[in-house]
């Protein structure tokens, strides 16, 4: 077997990216889902927080450490109604507006149709649209390449190793059969790795500091670690179900956000959330 490449894991800045995401998405959210979220009451805006009312179905958030960006990734409208509309923005660290439409505002040559999972690795921004993969030059937004997969539903989120292999989540239907983890290698043959239960409609994926993938259903509190061939090796429990968003930083310790409960759980390794 090869030695896999050095991983750069997230800095505790993408904690932040991932809240963000999360929260909005949990309006756009409901088709994912198998029951209705529970709504707290609102509370007032922080004095060092803005709105902007640029931002269409933004259901994930990636960040790229050589540039200092978040990249803010919008859904737009369902494909039946206005086809190939997404866009991706461009967010300054310090929450202002950078590029509303950085991908996206010139359509010519462009084809993004309902992205969801986003995620940058090697100078490159992955992003999952339905039952594709693209991805786009991070100094230039051009487009790069992408791999279908035509027997995917619908990618949600994905992760990207440093070899250049994607894992990506189908959440899927109810029948547990859909709900799968595929593994996409660098020379673009997919496969299936994980279906059916333990998954149960899941969400946030991602890759911890033992190239182990996790991921969060947000059908239950279940936080699932499996090896690289599929076999799950550890369950852990976040505080609350219908979880979404996850985040591994360098020392193991996972950070699960649920958009049923509004709540953001800590799992730091061996402890419980």
């Given amino acids: 077997m090869s030695r896999l490449p050095t991983r750069r894991f997230f800095p505790r800045r993408n904690v932040v990216a991932a809240l963000f995401a999360a929260c909005c998405a949990a309006a756009q959210d409901q088709d994912a889902a198998d029951g209705p979220f529970s709504a707290g009451e609102p509370l007032d805006l922080s004095p060092n927080a803005g709105t902007y009312g640029g931002f269409r179905f933004a259901e994930s958030m990636a960040y790229d450490e050589a540039r200092d960006p978040y990249i803010a990734v919008n859904a737009r409208i369902a494909q039946d109604v206005i086809p190939n509309d997404g866009y991706i923005s461009l ?3 310090d929450g202002t507006a950078h590029t509303l439409k950085w991908i996206g505002a010139d359509r010519s ?7 969801l999972g986003s995620n940058v690795e090697g100078g490159l921004l992955y992003v999952a649209d339905i039952d594709v993969v693209r991805w786009f030059d991070m100094a230039t937004g051009e487009p790069r ?3 279908v997969v035509g027997e995917a539903l619908r990618f949600n989120d994905i992760e990207v190793g440093g070899d250049g292999t994607i894992w990506a989540r189908q959440t899927g239907t109810r029948e547990s059969a859909s709900r799968r983890i595929y593994r996409i290698g660098s020379d673009g043959d997919p496969s299936v790795v994980v279906q059916g239960a333990p998954l149960a409609r899941p969400h946030g994926v991602a890759l911890d500091p033992e190239w182990n ?13 499996f090896s690289p061939g599929g076999e799950l090796i550890r369950t852990e ?4 179900g219908g979880n979404d968003g ?3 930083l ?6 699960v956000s649920s ?3 509004g709540t953001v759980s800590r799992i730091r390794p061996g402890a419980p959330a």
């Fill in 213 to 225: 993938t996790v991921v969060v259903n947000i059908n239950d509190d279940a936080v699932l670690t």
């Fill in 91 to 93: 967010i300054n660290p």
């Fill in 259 to 261: 958009v049923r409960f």
């Fill in 145 to 147: 390449g992408c791999v």
């Fill in 250 to 255: 360098d020392d193991g310790t996972k950070y």
């Fill in 109 to 115: 040559g462009l084809t993004l149709n309902h992205p």
């Fill in 237 to 240: 429990r976040a505080v609350d």
């Fill in 246 to 248: 996850l985040v591994i």
